[in-house]
């Protein structure tokens, strides 16, 4: 029985399917959020030894090693709502140092992804620098908070769209999470806002109309491919993450492997090997795509006419993401 630490935070759709797949495989699976820290859980390191406990159980120890740990997300502690805001900053920078630790004592596992994997992966800029390298097309782009330069680019094309840089869920005044979409900026909203633009930079895009949207994860020498058919409802048109009961999802054959596989080489010699490591595609044209085998949704490498894929691949753009966090 193989087990599997999973390093998330309370609220996490991905980790709760991901963790009911694996149970129901057979695998033993112990799950830590960090927002659990300190105030509604505690967590011990012990030595001679290093043995971690959590309460009262046993967490990592010599005779209780972890096969795999998927480093899902990295969350903030949530200290206790009575202290004062420096308490607050203390305990938690002390409790993420703890966490940390825990999570280093695991690290003769199989890591999906080490911290610096995984933070240098999620960073946007470098993903459309690569990109580009690579010869993948990419949206006209800048990522700034100076007030001037978001509307110079602005005045240039004739749509923009404003997405986070880094995270776009947010806890509002009520204590609740809300997600800032990738939205089209209307006409006029960046006139008197600098202060706005000022607080945090942002990305901002020449606007791309779309028929759809890929989601494609490459794993070892495998691929799936998925395509999102955000143009089918007016709530998904901009942001397919606007939920809609009827939103379609669909099997996608393998797109310009030779470029994703450019990008992906490039990543593994930064990064240390990510897997799996996520891409994002919009086609911007209505062209049939390719008919490719597909083996339960599979799709290996050897089993594709590149030449095939030119035309649909031209179509393309890529698009930055928390691709590895699989946001």
């Known amino acids: 029985m193989h087990r599997i630490l999973v390093w998330t935070q309370k609220v996490d759709l991905h980790a709760d399917l991901v963790i009911r797949e694996l149970q129901a495989k057979g695998a033993l699976v112990t799950r830590i959020n960090g927002d659990d820290y300190p105030a509604n859980k505690t967590a011990s390191i012990c030595f001679p030894g290093g043995t971690v406990t959590g309460g009262r159980n046993m967490l990592v120890g010599a005779d209780t090693p972890f096969d795999a740990v998927w480093y899902r997300r990295r969350v903030s502690p949530v200290p206790s709502t009575h202290m004062s805001q420096q308490a607050k900053t203390f305990a938690s920078d002390e409790t993420m140092a703890l966490l940390d630790g825990v999570l280093l004592l695991t690290r003769d596992s199989f890591w999906v992804n080490s911290f610096a994997s995984a933070h240098v992966a999620r960073n946007k800029p470098l993903q459309l620098s690569v990109a580009e390298s690579c010869g993948l097309a990419i949206p ?116 310009k492997l030779w470029q994703i596989y450019s990008y992906r080489k490039e990543e593994c010699l930064m990064q240390n090997n990510i897997q799996p490591l996520g891409f994002r595609f919009l086609t911007t044209a209505n062209v049939p795509a390719p008919t490719v085998n597909l083996t339960d949704g599979v799709q290996a490498i050897k089993d594709v006419d590149l030449d095939t894929l030119t035309a649909y691949a031209n179509t393309l753009t890529f698009t930055p993401g928390n691709d590895n966090d699989f946001d």
């Open 140 to 255: 006209p782009t800048l990522i700034s908070n100076d007030p001037v330069a978001v509307r110079a680019f602005a005045a240039r094309h004739d749509k923009i769209i404003y997405k986070p840089v880094y995270r776009g869920l947010v806890t509002n005044d009520d204590k609740q999470d809300e997600l800032i979409f990738a939205n089209i900026l209307p006409e006029g909203a960046l006139a008197n806002a600098d202060q706005e633009i000022r607080a945090a930079p942002g990305i901002y895009q020449a606007y791309i109309p779309k028929q759809l949207e890929l989601r494609i994860t490459v794993v070892g020498s495998q691929i799936f491919s998925c395509a999102i058919h955000s143009q089918e409802h007016v709530e998904t048109r901009e942001d397919w993450r606007h939920y809609h009961a009827e939103l379609r999802h669909s099997v996608f054959p393998l797109l």
